[in-house]
Each structure stands twice: as structure tokens, then as C-alpha cells.
């Protein structure tokens, strides 16, 4: 919860100095495209070695938020988004598909740089927050880490309030979400770092 409070109260901070200076506020809304690492089953009887371990599939999911832009000179911006994100994944092997779920929150720190018109490239940290996470059929412990961090770059082309952009992100800190099977004493680890493509559609207000 009170990394929750941190990522309100870094983006509220940019809200007031936005009402100050000017910036542009908006709403998003978008789909992602990829995983969240691989899934690891460990037989801890037979000295932790690795029994399987698998790619997860890519899947679709989503996101949606809000965000400010402020041009800090006629090239150069500022843009903090704040955004709720399910990302999906799965999991294939042994003639059996595993979904995985994970629900958390965004908060993107970016800037950018127009090149030519509304072309516009940008990158930047993104903090993250999970907030829930489920593997289909195994009752999973909670990540690791629920705060995280990652990276994301991209490409946009901004025309007059309308905004479109894709870009890539993947999760800096290792992260992970376990449990144990009692029948079989296997460990199940599932890396929870986001791996994927975001396509975005925002909208100045």
C-alpha cells in the first residue's frame, strides 16, 4: 500500500507543477503484446536442479491511464503517464497451457524529442507497482518484490490533442512468484518481468 501512496503522490507532484507551467493533460488507453519470462519447476529432492523451463507464449493485454506533457523547449518534453496494466501470458508444455495474469500499475517517467513534424522518439524509466498476479490452476505466492522497476522507448506521432505511439518496455529488477506442489515437492518460480510491445492512443484534454 504505501508503495501505491509513492506512485499517487510522485504523480499528483507532476499535476501541480503541470497546473503551473502549462503542461497538457490527457487519458490513454492501449494494448500490450508479450510475457512475463519464463516458468521454472525445481525438484528440491533431487539437489534444486531444474526439471523444466519454459518460454511463456505472447499475449494480448491492456492498459489505461492519464498522463502529462509539458515541452520543455520547441524539441524536448516531459511526459509522466500513470497507468493500470494487466499484462498475459502463457505457459506450454507437457500437452497442458498454464495462463498467467498479472495486474499492476504504471508509472512511466519519460522524455522525448520531436525529429520531423509530429515524429516524436521518447524513453525513460518506468516505476511499477503489482498488484495481483495468478497462475491458472496453482495457487501462487505473492511476487518477490511488489515495487519494481523497468525501461520502455519508443516512437510516436503526436497531431494536434490525438497521440499514438508503440513502444518497447522490459522490467530491470528480477522479480519472481512462487509456490510449491505438495504432491510432488516440485518449486514452481514464474518470472514476472514484463517483456513486451505497447500500443498506445492518447488524447489531450
Same mark, same amino acid.
Given at each position: 500500500? /504505501?508503495?501505491?501512496?509513492v506512485?499517487l503522490i510522485?504523480?499528483?507532484?507532476? $499535476? !501541480? !507543477?503541470?497546473?503551473?507551467?502549462?503542461?497538457?493533460?490527457?487519458?490513454?488507453?492501449?494494448?500490450?503484446y508479450? &510475457?512475463?519470462? /519464463?516458468?521454472?519447476?525445481?525438484?528440491? $529432492?533431487n539437489?534444486?536442479n531444474? =526439471?523444466?523451463? %519454459?518460454?511463456?507464449? &505472447?499475449?494480448?493485454?491492456?492498459?489505461?491511464g492519464?498522463?502529462? *506533457?509539458?515541452d520543455?523547449?520547441?524539441?524536448? +518534453?516531459?511526459?509522466?503517464?500513470?497507468?493500470?496494466?494487466?499484462?498475459?501470458?502463457?505457459?506450454?508444455?507437457?500437452n *497442458?497451457?498454464? #495462463? +498467467?495474469?498479472?495486474?499492476? =500499475?504504471?508509472?512511466?517517467? =519519460?522524455?522525448?524529442?520531436?525529429l520531423l513534424?509530429?515524429?516524436?522518439?521518447?524513453g525513460?524509466?518506468s516505476?511499477? +507497482?503489482?498488484?495481483?498476479?495468478? =497462475?491458472? &490452476?496453482?495457487r501462487?505466492?505473492? @511476487?518477490?518484490n511488489?515495487?519494481? @522497476?523497468?525501461?520502455?522507448?519508443?516512437?510516436?506521432?503526436?497531431?494536434? *490533442?490525438?497521440?499514438?505511439?508503440l513502444?518497447?518496455?522490459?522490467?530491470?529488477? %528480477?522479480?519472481?512468484?512462487q509456490?510449491?506442489?505438495?504432491? $510432488?515437492?516440485?518449486?514452481? *518460480?514464474? #518470472?514476472?518481468?514484463?517483456?513486451?510491445?505497447?500500443?498506445?492512443?492518447?488524447? #489531450?484534454?
Amino acid at each position: 500500500m /504505501k508503495n501505491v501512496l509513492v506512485l499517487l503522490i510522485l504523480f499528483s507532484s507532476f $499535476t !501541480i !507543477i503541470g497546473q503551473d507551467k502549462g503542461l497538457n493533460f490527457g487519458v490513454k488507453a492501449g494494448l500490450n503484446y508479450g &510475457d512475463n519470462g /519464463k516458468i521454472e519447476f525445481t525438484d528440491l $529432492t533431487n539437489a534444486g536442479n531444474n =526439471l523444466l523451463s %519454459e518460454n511463456a507464449d &505472447d499475449r494480448v493485454g491492456y492498459h489505461i491511464g492519464v498522463f502529462l *506533457r509539458g515541452d520543455i523547449t520547441d524539441n524536448f +518534453y516531459l511526459k509522466p503517464e500513470l497507468q493500470y496494466t494487466q499484462n498475459n501470458s502463457s505457459y506450454s508444455f507437457n500437452n *497442458r497451457e498454464l #495462463d +498467467y495474469d498479472l495486474k499492476k =500499475l504504471d508509472l512511466p517517467i =519519460l522524455a522525448g524529442v520531436y525529429l520531423l513534424g509530429p515524429l516524436h522518439v521518447f524513453g525513460g524509466p518506468s516505476l511499477q +507497482y503489482i498488484i495481483d498476479n495468478n =497462475l491458472e &490452476d496453482v495457487r501462487l505466492s505473492d @511476487v518477490k518484490n511488489e515495487f519494481t @522497476v523497468g525501461v520502455q522507448f519508443g516512437v510516436g506521432l503526436q497531431i494536434k *490533442r490525438l497521440n499514438i505511439d508503440l513502444r518497447y518496455e522490459r522490467g530491470i529488477s %528480477e522479480n519472481q512468484a512462487q509456490s510449491i506442489d505438495e504432491n $510432488t515437492g516440485q518449486t514452481i *518460480r514464474v #518470472d514476472s518481468r514484463p517483456n513486451q510491445f505497447i500500443l498506445s492512443l492518447a488524447l #489531450d484534454l
